[in-house]
């Protein structure tokens, strides 16, 4: 694993003083990625990986790509495939350190025997409304549980039972013995172990017993050498357990994990809860978890963004200990940033209106030569057809224009990208008064790149009628304008019903070998990016990327 530049940081801070203090052999660093595999990675949990991935470049140290996959019940193993797809896609190389939670089965089982043995475990028998009466509330402290003082080997033989299988589902529960006065809820003995009767993706049909997640997750990290485990900040209160699972455990004594907490990535205008984004799927108001107006990975992607654009959005936003939310707008400032150097700046006319250049030859087309990109020479030139009868945006003609518009209007001339001057002398309308055709002329001597000493103060862009070739764009709004308070019951109302508008347009024959995922600046138009699902070789589809213009500013 090549060093990265150091980013000081709390966390960073943490790592520095653990190495001088000695705390792990060696200085060594270990961070690791534990995603549940029950939905597609969003933009939040880019930060997190990235974060965990870069300490431990940093550090020279190594990194671990973990599946908790500790709940059958939500879990699918299209959930895995596609998290170690999109964590590919951003950059992140776990080598050969890839571990699953249900590896570590046996061995939770065994240290929750431990627990039981040392009288601080045991199984309980309350229901669940019943364990939620017994628990208290912030302010008053909650009631032990009746089974609480069982003798050790009868607990003993109650877990034996449900590891078996032979006790039915929710009818015991394995609860730490920790203090049911404590002022932090998560301390009042909290649930280790839960009977499931079902199938696990990956045990398949060997477990009746699955642990819970905060008992899980410290005993993964300890297996597994991990120095330091960063989380995002609703896990502040747990580490209180996180701790006390690794100090009642003999294997764990020596060199345990440090939990470090972060602020996770709020984004304005976005949704990333994934019960929110699984009802999106499942109710099919979206299309699919990679639909390009999620903020999944698979969704940026398929959109356009580049994994650049996002590791260059995580790394300026940094970390924090404190929750706050970032403007949408940032991100997308950096593919625009990350694009315009890449993105070839080609022409497509959304809203077509027909000229006929009255004065060029009839039956004759020639090729005119444009830059790929202004601002990059290296990228090249490219041709494109040019004859008698072109199509211009709608937009870029005015028949009355106001003051200092100086687009295409009767008698006024302008240059057309890359070929010639044009001057409007006719406007052509149909019965009911709508403009359909303009009949213009062109001044030879005008042709880009010859010389010419005359200027013009407008430039519009076009492509060739008889070339053109239509097209399907996707254009994007936000998913929801307003992602305050979003619950189970109000976020469908939320929704934008105009976040997609599929339009036709034209496109100039350069673009017909675009490839999916391929990404163009579509000349005053904004960025696309061309669609992996229905796009065809004759018949790409263009998703939008961005826009061209942006609402955020970087501060120095």
């Known amino acids: 694993m090549e060093p990265i530049e150091k980013k000081t940081n709390f966390i ?27 939905g597609y990675l969003h933009i939040g949990h880019a930060k997190a990986s990235l974060l965990n991935y870069r300490i431990a470049k940093q550090y020279h140290g190594k990194f671990n790509l973990r599946f908790d996959d500790t709940n059958p019940i939500k879990e699918e193993l299209e959930f895995v495939d596609s998290i170690k797809e999109d964590l590919t896609w951003l950059g992140i190389d776990w080598d050969d350190r890839l571990f699953f939670a249900s590896s570590y089965f046996d061995k939770m089982a065994d240290y929750a025997v431990e627990l039981i043995g040392k009288g601080l475990a045991f199984v309980d028998q309350l ?14 402290p909650g009631k032990e549980s009746p089974y609480r003082n069982r003798p ?19 009818s015991h529960i394995l609860r730490a013995k920790i203090d049911m006065a404590s002022p932090n809820m998560n301390m009042r003995d909290p649930a280790i172990y ?63 994990p440090r939990q470090i907490e972060f602020a996770k990535l709020n984004l304005t205008k976005t949704i990333v809860g994934k019960r929110f984004l699984k009802q999106l799927v499942e109710e099919k108001i979206v299309d699919g978890w990679d639909d390009p107006r999620l903020a999944t990975i698979s969704g940026l ?14 790394e300026a936003i940094g970390v924090a200990k404190t929750n706050s939310t970032v403007d949408i707008a940032m991100l997308e400032h950096f593919i625009r940033d990350d694009l315009k150097l890449k993105a070839p700046r080609l022409m497509a006319v959304i809203d077509p209106l027909k000229v006929t250049i009255t004065n060029y030859p009839e039956n004759q087309t020639e090729w005119v030569e444009l830059p790929l990109n202004q601002e990059n020479d290296q990228m090249g030139s490219y041709t494109t057809p040019f004859s008698r009868e072109i199509l211009i945006d709608r937009s870029d003609f005015m028949e009355i224009p106001p003051k200092k518009y100086f687009r295409l209007f009767p008698g006024n001339e302008v240059r057309l990208r890359g070929a010639y001057f044009i001057t409007c002398q006719e406007v052509i309308k149909d019965a009911d008064g709508h ?5 213009c002329t062109y001044d030879p001597a005008t042709k880009s790149g010859a010389g010419c000493e005359r200027k013009v103060k407008g430039t519009i862009h076009w492509v060739d009628a008889s070339h053109a070739s239509e097209v399907e764009l996707h254009l994007y709004d936000y998913l929801v304008e307003d992602d305050s308070g979003l619950t189970k019951d109000n976020f469908l109302e939320r929704i934008n019903p105009k976040s997609l508008e599929i339009v036709k347009a034209y496109i100039e024959p350069e673009l017909l070998k675009a490839q999916p995922y391929q990404k163009f600046q579509f000349i005053r138009n904004g960025f696309f990016s061309v669609d992996p699902k229905y796009s065809t070789p004759e018949a790409p589809v263009f998703n939008q990327i961005v826009s061209l213009k942006s609402s955020w500013k970087p501060t120095n």
């Open 12 to 38: 960073t801070n943490a790592i520095d003083q653990d190495i001088a203090d000695k705390v792990y052999k060696n200085d060594r660093v270990h961070t690791r990625f534990p995603p549940e595999p029950n």
């Open 127 to 140: 229901s669940a409304e019943e364990m939620r009466a017994y628990r208290g509330t912030l302010t008053e």
């Open 152 to 170: 050790i080997e009868e607990n003993l033989q109650l877990f034996a039972q449900m590891k078996a299988g032979e006790l039915p589902e929710g």
């Open 194 to 256: 839960r009977i499931l009767h079902t199938s696990h993706h990956s045990t398949s049909e060997d477990w009746y017993i699955y642990p819970m997640y905060d008992y899980a997750h410290p005993i993964e990290d300890a297996l597994e050498g991990i120095t330091h485990s960063l989380c995002t900040l609703e896990f502040e209160d747990h580490r209180p357990f996180y701790d006390w699972v690794l100090a009642n455990i003999d294997d764990f004594k020596k060199e345990p």
């Open 301 to 314: 992607r398929r959109r356009g963004f580049t994994p650049e654009s996002i590791q260059a959005f995580c």
């Open 435 to 439: 403009v359909i055709e303009l009949k």
